[in-house]
């Protein structure tokens, strides 16, 4: 779709208004957001518009659609699908080789399951490899009550955060304050930066994780505007 309006505003609702026409979702409902932050962000996005709409430079209108057409109607459905991560996080799936990799993921993850057993009061199983190994069930719980208390925007803004990292508890401690997105990002990203270390850069691997980061950077900033 090709830009028809002139002027981007906010009404008292905190939609979104082109030219005085409130934005849809595609679902056909008004685009409005939760804060003044989040909607002065998305309004950004409009008005950032040339000649042509591409979704692609607009992932804060995106999310925001996907939390009022997708996640809405159904946050604890969605919700349930966020907390499922709590049975296989990243954290808990350690290199059994090299003593160095080792070293590295015990140095970076650590911590971050430290935070979560001392702020859910859970226990988590640290296994070596990849097969799976069930969590205890009170710590499967724990989290996902940690989960269904958040609202839609709150929830859209986590799933990418999950996805692209791997590691609800990482997520959950990012959208606590606990811990910055460089540090979660640098954590997550271990097991790729050895390879690269070991066997050279790889140009279509680092456009792939170039790309994650940057819908990672997206939630992030979502989830900071509804704050």
């Known amino acids: 779709m090709k830009r028809f309006w002139q002027a981007v505003t906010i009404d008292a609702d905190r939609v979104v208004r082109l030219d005085d026409r409130p934005v849809r979702t595609p679902g056909r409902v008004p685009l409005a957001l939760p804060t003044p932050a989040l909607a002065a962000a998305v309004a950004d996005e409009w008005r950032a518009v040339t000649d042509t709409i591409d979704p692609r430079a607009m992932p804060l209108t995106g999310l925001a659609n996907a939390a009022i057409d997708r996640v809405a109607p159904d946050p604890a ?12 996080d990243l954290l808990a799936y350690r290199a059994e080789s090299p003593a160095e990799l080792v070293a590295r993921e015990a140095a970076a993850w650590d911590p971050l399951l430290d935070w979560a057993e001392r702020r859910y009061d859970v226990h988590f199983v ?3 490899g990849i097969m799976h ?10 989290l996902h ?9 709150a ?40 390879q690269a270390e070991q066997w050279g850069e ?21 989830l900071s505007l509804l704050g």
């Open 155 to 194: 929830l859209v803004a986590l799933q990418p955060i999950v996805t692209i990292t791997g590691t609800l508890v990482g997520s959950l401690m990012l959208s606590e304050g606990a811990i910055d997105p460089d540090t979660l990002w640098h954590a997550v990203t271990v097991d790729e930066t050895w």
């Open 202 to 222: 790889d140009a279509e691997a680092s456009a792939a994780l170039a790309a994650r980061r940057r819908d990672f950077d997206a939630a992030v900033r979502f």
């Open 77 to 88: 459905a969605f919700a349930r699908g966020i907390a499922a991560y709590a049975e296989s």
């Open 145 to 153: 009550e940690a989960v269904v208390s958040r609202d839609a925007f």
């Open 133 to 142: 190994q069930p969590q205890p069930a009170a710590t499967i719980a724990r």
């Open 126 to 128: 640290r296994v070596g």
